[in-house]
């Protein structure tokens, strides 16, 4: 089964309007960790967001936050007032364990969003 | 702030050569991992060391080897190399002491094998 499935392979969003970006997960491990990442074109990954299995409020960044909803196991990403500079692949991840455990990726959204 | 380095940035190999991946991870970080992103593909766990020893392994074929140094910076080394290698290869770094384990990223190298 896989263990982290975003189901929207692309999206377009036009500039100022927010954007909800699905990201489901499966683990049977009581301690883990999801992670957004973006990627431009260029092909850097870039930290976005974490959110560990245990916290109890939604993980916030500026203008990222992710919508937690543990019991149905989703991590949704949003991003308020979208800008050009958002157009990017968009990868969420997941850490199994509270070690230093390796990251297990979604297949990404690629977002463009429209002037 | 220091960040994850990579070297090369770019690399073009033949068929059946050897190439050398170099990682140097964020000073005070002790644990490594290395990661394949085939075109239009997600990132897949390759390896990943911890206090130069190896800490998990995951789809990495006999073919590739990597170890830690006592620097802690990291090479992966890949023989034989086939077309289906071209790829960008990640590394990334975390300590325990950081947030979370958080894992940053390096700007990767990008392989071509023809």
């Known amino acids: 089964a896989q263990k982290i499935t975003q189901t929207q392979p692309g999206m377009f969003v036009q500039e100022k309007e927010a954007v909800t970006l699905d990201c489901t997960y499966d683990?049977?491990?009581?301690?883990?960790?999801l992670f957004w990442y973006k990627q431009p074109s260029s092909g850097e990954m870039i930290f976005l967001i974490y959110q560990g299995s245990y916290d109890q409020q939604n993980a916030t960044e500026g203008r990222y936050s992710l919508n937690f909803q543990k019991a149905r196991k989703s991590a949704n990403l949003v991003i308020s007032a979208s800008q050009l500079g958002d157009s990017a692949m968009y990868f969420c991840a997941m850490r199994e364990g509270i070690g230093n455990e390796k990251l297990t990726f979604g297949t990404g959204t690629r977002l463009t969003i429209i002037p | 702030a220091a960040g994850v380095i990579q070297s090369p940035r770019h690399l073009i190999k033949e068929k059946r050569e050897t190439a050398t991946l170099k990682c140097y991870p964020i000073?005070?970080?002790?644990?490594v991992y290395w990661y394949q992103q085939g075109p239009g593909q997600d990132p897949q766990f390759l390896i990943s060391?911890?206090?130069?020893?190896?800490?998990d392994k995951g789809s990495i074929p006999d073919r590739f080897s990597a170890q830690q140094f006592s620097d802690y910076h990291s090479e992966l080394n890949m023989s034989s190399l086939e077309l289906g290698d071209s790829a960008l290869y990640f590394c990334a770094s975390s300590a325990g002491t950081v947030k979370d384990n958080e894992q940053f990223f390096g700007p990767g190298t990008r392989l071509t094998v023809l």
């Open positions: 683990t049977s491990d009581p301690s883990y960790g």
């Open positions: 060391f911890y206090e130069k020893m190896q800490s």
């Open positions: 000073p005070r970080h002790d644990t």
